[in-house]
């Protein structure tokens, strides 16, 4: 068996160590060419002796200072370096065969999209980078010559539960039924949704995960999120795209097709499963997951999302409608509102408020490109920021 290379983006994260761990159990058949973080240094230095990576990227050049020093300190034979620059370089490098993206927020886009250019095979968890590049992403995806495999648990369950082949997809299937857990708040009265802490809003009752996606799963932005990452996925139009809550999170996604058969695909809730199938696909291998007890299984259980208590949802479709880049205000928006509900105090129900003000107000007028997008990221950022200030310094 021929050894496969790795570049991790975002390696000292929820997502990154799972996927160090399901390489761990394979050392034969995987060996990591380079790992990446923002500022983590104790955590880089320990996936460093673990893994021996060539390379280990920092995106702050403090953090890459101060890595270098006790890489060299160790003797360990591990090239440190900075920036964003360093982050498309790893992952664009003619040894990397995939590339996992695990990084958080928009901030994952240019490594990603480097990648995908390059022709990796791209396991792509930070949803973010699709939510911003849309077309234009999947279109670098099919130039580059690659493959594109989703990670989040979601669009692992509908890819598992899709035909192989997918010129059939258009015409075989009806909608996906994306679930969801419903988060920490789905029976919680919205009437107090005003007095959040992060603590509660981060204690997810079914997943453990970073914090900007633990809030976005209590706000149920993270679902909306993948609304629009599904129909880029899927070329689905929003319309084919339905969400259910299932509190068990066994269920992790279905699959309706014209007959009205539907697939679904299970399993225990650990991220690992869809990492081993992302990086063994279209083998399988040992994720280091339980596997599902069916008879001590409860009901699983099925409701509607209430608007009331998760408004922010119903803002995926109403982004798809807008002008092209709308779905990347709405990411913009989303990233500056939960920063100000985790570290400056703003309350919880303000971060739709913050959503749906920056989406009224900036009105795209691009037609796709990198640059573009980009300088729409930062001017959406800018808008939610002043209506963050209304609320908090
Ligand atoms: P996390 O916060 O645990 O980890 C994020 C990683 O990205 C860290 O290694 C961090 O150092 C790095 N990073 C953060 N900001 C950066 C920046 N500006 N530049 C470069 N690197 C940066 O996040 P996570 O929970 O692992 O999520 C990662 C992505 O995967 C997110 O897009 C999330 O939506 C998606 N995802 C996560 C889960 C999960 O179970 N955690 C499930 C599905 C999808
Ligand atoms: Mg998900």
């Avoid at 929820?14 to 955590?43: C, K, M, W, Y």
């Avoid at 702050?60 to 620059?85: F, M, N, S, W, Y």
């Avoid at 002008?323 to 989303?334: D, K, R, S």
Wanted: net charge negative; aromatic share 6%.
């Amino acid at each position: 068996m021929n050894t496969i290379t790795l570049t991790v983006l975002g390696s000292t994260g929820s997502i990154g160590s799972n996927t160090l761990d399901v390489v761990s159990r394979h050392p034969e058949r995987f060996r990591i060419f380079a790992l990446t973080a923002s500022s983590q240094v104790e955590a880089m230095l320990d996936q460093c002796r673990a893994f021996a990576p060539r390379y280990a990227v920092m995106s702050r050049p403090d953090a890459a200072q101060a890595l270098a020093q006790r890489v060299k300190a160790e003797g360990l034979a591990v090239e440190v370096l900075a920036g964003e620059e360093a982050l498309c370089e790893v992952s664009a490098h003619a040894d990397v065969q995939v590339v996992m993206a695990a990084i958080v927020g928009a901030a994952g886009l240019a490594p990603s999209l480097a990648a995908a250019r390059a022709g990796k095979r791209l396991l792509l968890a930070n949803k973010e980078a699709i939510v911003v590049g849309g077309s234009m992403f999947m279109q670098a995806v099919r130039e580059g010559g690659g493959v594109l495999l989703p990670i989040d648990s979601e669009h692992s369950a509908v890819f598992q539960s899709l035909p192989e082949d997918p010129s059939t997809w258009s015409h075989r299937v009806n909608k996906i039924i994306l679930t969801a857990s419903g988060g920490p708040f789905r029976t919680r009265d919205p009437k107090t949704l005003s007095q959040v802490t992060p603590q509660e809003a981060c204690a997810h009752p079914n997943w453990s995960m970073g914090r900007k996606i633990s809030v976005d799963s209590a706000t149920m932005m993270n679902k909306a999120l993948e609304v629009i990452e599904a129909h880029h996925l899927f070329a689905l139009a929003p319309e084919q795209i339905e969400v259910v809550i299932h509190p068990q999170s066994v269920i992790h996604s279905m699959v309706e097709f014209r007959d009205r058969s539907v697939v679904a695909q299970l399993g225990t809730p650990d991220m690992r499963v869809p990492i081993a199938y992302g990086l063994s696909w279209p083998e399988r291998i040992e994720s280091g997951a339980q596997g599902l007890d069916f008879p001590t299984l409860k009901a699983l259980t099925f409701e509607s999302p209430n608007p009331e208590r998760f408004p922010g949802l119903g803002l995926a479709w109403q982004a798809l409608a807008g002008p092209l880049g709308t779905t990347a205000v709405l990411n913009a928006a989303n990233e500056v509102a939960v920063a100000a509900f985790l570290d400056r105090g703003m309350r919880f129900d303000r971060i739709h408020a913050v959503n749906e003000q920056t989406l009224a107000a900036v009105l795209p007028k691009v037609t796709g490109g990198v640059d573009e997008l980009m300088a729409l990221d930062a001017d959406a950022r800018r808008v939610a920021e002043s209506c963050v200030s209304q609320w908090v310094r």
